[in-house]
């Protein structure tokens, strides 16, 4: 016979069994960075927090204050402002806008989602290009009512700059233009042919309505000519994992561990790729191959890192690489060179200028730079490109 002790010794394991096969299954699932962004007062705030809170992802102590706080600094009257669970400093309370970047974390069945909220503001443009600097996804938002504006094609032209390949025209408050097919379509088009030049791989419009969650999570009857996917379904099915994988292996050291005279280790994070022990690689600046005898982390070795997974790799060669260089794949090795040409975004309100010595960083190096020549800058209204004068 069972006694009540043993009975209770055997629930507690099948808790802490339950509570393993959850965390392994959080741990297999594929992460998606993705932020929004798009003109001032788009819903951009808001679409996040409905996000939240129809993914059943905000406490109920969370959610009694955000009642509170929607009514003392909320803009939707009687309703829940779900602006305000990112919006949380209280300059962007009192002035209704996004300043600073907000990351939020949330999961699915499906995917594990990291999210940076944008701020929208011509002034704040250099937070945005924060955010999108290491998303993999942008959802661009666009006032039905107002349709393509400056900023949204700022933000655009700064998502392509920084590598971002998939786009969500998330044609936002389509409930304030009586859910009109017309409507989405002539912003879908604009967009398309704006963004032709841009290099986005896919751009997929959803009309929604981010205040009362029309196509946010699941496909709205409200909208019964749209065919498409509401926009969680899109953010758990876009394919970027073959795309990181095909990237070369990319690995900056940003530190040298050597506890002990047995121990010469290269810390760093995979910024691209993947590597695998046993397989060759090369110091970037100098060429010198070796191979990988060990792929360390806090938890135990492991076989193979990939792109995001802070480690730290053991040589098998005694080769000279300190911080400020890479790790990289030798049939894919970066060019080194003294003098290149590059498109800039740039935030400063004093004007680049040819002739002045600037600081270059790359990763976890830094070098001193002087721009040559300015040839182009880009026309955010027509995407033109226009002759430079003294500033981009």
Known sequence: MLTANTALLREEDDVLVDIRDYVARQENKGLLRFLTCGSVDDGKSTLIGRLLFDTK??????????????RKHG????????????????????QGITIDVAYRFFSTPRRKFIVADTPGHEQY???MATGASTADVAIVLVDARQGILPQTRRHSMIASLLGIRHIVLAVNKIDLVGFDEAVFERIAAEYRAFAEELGFETIQPIPLSARYGDNVIRSSGKTPWYEGPSLLEHLETVDIEAEAEAKPFRFPVQYVSRPNLDFRGFSGTVASGRIGVGERVSVAKSGKQ???RRIVTQDGDLEVASEGQAVTLLLDDEVELSRGNMLVTPQ???????????TLVW??????LPGRSYILRTETDEVSATVSQLKHRRNINNFAEEAATSSI
């Open 332 to 342: 894919a090795r970066p060019h080194v060179a003294d003098q290149f040409s590059a």
């Open 290 to 292: 070796t191979r990988i």
């Open 57 to 70: 992802l905000i406490f109920e102590d969370q959610l009694a204050a955000l009642e509170n706080d929607s």
């Open 75 to 94: 803009t939707a009257g009687d309703e829940i402002d779900f602006a305000l669970l990112v919006d949380g400093l209280e300059a962007e309370r009192e």
């Open 125 to 127: 443009t250099r937070n």
């Open 347 to 352: 935030f400063d309100e004093k004007p680049l």
